[in-house]
């Protein structure tokens, strides 16, 4: 009596494990969102399937598409390779097209790729999203069978099983830092300034024209915190303020006073905040305009600040270091931040942390391009604690004894910005699942670029010397 070989149904999501556990767990999840029978050492009893013990059989008679997360990890790792060669002997001798279906996690170059895979091509995914929509794409391209016990249902319930919201929950206060800096010690007044002819040249948004904050509401006046006697130098002596009117603060921020006062007193702000920066770090211009101050080689003592944290205790961060490629050659990463003003519910600034790169711990890189990629690797492995404490070092650096960083607005008037961030607390904590751990999570989510990863020739960072 014949008997029928098993149908080939099921995904098979092939990983470094804990290496690649978030990308391995989040995928196999997505995949079942959408209906796709996906088994991975992470889910194990989603949608039903019981464990495979038998891995070689499960990959060689019911895989369908054999997903290999591709990474500098996965790429020499025994237990991923075994189940590699597997899959690649199995579509062998079933003449299978399309079976092995790589996803390029990380910055492996192209060169160093597991021999048996180099040609294939690698679905770029460095931005998850992205990757998951090429893979779905494929997967309906090559009439992948879908399953009624893999859907939404299902995965909420495995999640439940797993970990469950009640057992997560702490009855214990946590308390959560911000990057919003509240500006206090704000003046009360705000000075429209006329001129008594139309002002010299262009319109100049940023105010560098003046020698206090300032910008232009019309060709003949301008908004400041400073008073007519400090600015009017500005002009020499064929141009002179000849009109002030004096508005409170509260009046201009409504727009009461002035149309469009928020966003006069924003770039006031702005210019202030650079203006100031300028006088303690270097500037670098970012993609999007801001200007980031960062720290250069031996602006402070051995590259690291010692600072206080928010409960007091005495620590420190390095806010330059280095990393050792292949040939020896050092690539320097600077740490900097960038500043917006924001003015409703509350007048803060919102900062922002930022790494730049050099080759001799002074002159940065020029290419955008070039300093995303090289951030994307340099960062992976840092946690919220990585870019949380370097903030509070350099908010202490920039504070230094008083406590508070000034911001001048005039000769006499300046706000001011606590080195603390807002604290808020939340009445509950919650333990993250025992599954995802602090090492297996890339915690750099903010970066603008979406470009894949290039060849970048860097040892791993075990044999790479690096160092903070």
Known sequence: MSVNPPVRNMVFVSHANPEENELALWLSLQLANEGYAVWCDLTKLLGGEKFWEDIQDAISTRTVKFVY?????????RGPLDELDCAIGTEKRNNLRDFIITLRADDLPYDDVYISIRRLNHIGFSAWAKGLSTLLDKFEKD???????????????????????????????????SNWFKVDNIPSLLYEHRLGAIKPGPVNPDGTAFAHPAVWVSDVSFLSFARADEVCS???????????????????????????????????????WEGALRQKLPAYPMANNQLCFYFSGDLVKDDYIDFETIDGD?????????????????????????????LRPETLFVL??????????????DSKDATAKARRNQCKNWWNDDWRDRLLATMSHLAGENGTVTIPLSVDAAFKLSKFPLL??????????????KEDLDDYNFEEADEELDDDKEADDSAAGVSE
């Open 69 to 77: 997360i591709l990474s500098r990890t996965s790429n020499h790792k």
């Open 143 to 177: 009439g992948v069978p879908k399953s009624s016990g893999f859907n939404r249902d299902a995965v909420c319930s495995w999640w439940r099983d797993q970990f469950s919201a009640d057992a997560g929950v702490l009855e214990e206060p946590e308390h959560l830092l």
């Open 234 to 272: 500005a002009f020499g002596d064929n141009l002179e303020i000849i009109a002030t009117n004096e508005y409170p603060y509260d009046d201009v921020l409504s727009g009461k006073s002035i149309k469009e006062g928020p966003k006069y007193i924003a770039r006031i702000f702005r210019i202030a």
């Open 314 to 342: 005495k620590t420190w961060r390095n806010i330059v270091g280095f990393k050792t490629l292949l040939r020896g050659r050092v690539r320097y990463w600077h740490y900097g931040i960038t500043g917006k003003p924001i």
């Open 352 to 365: 922002k942390g930022h790494v730049l790169f050099s080759d001799d711990r002074k002159t940065l890189w």
């Open 424 to 437: 808020f607390e939340s009445p509950v904590s919650y333990l993250q699942p025992k599954e995802i751990k």
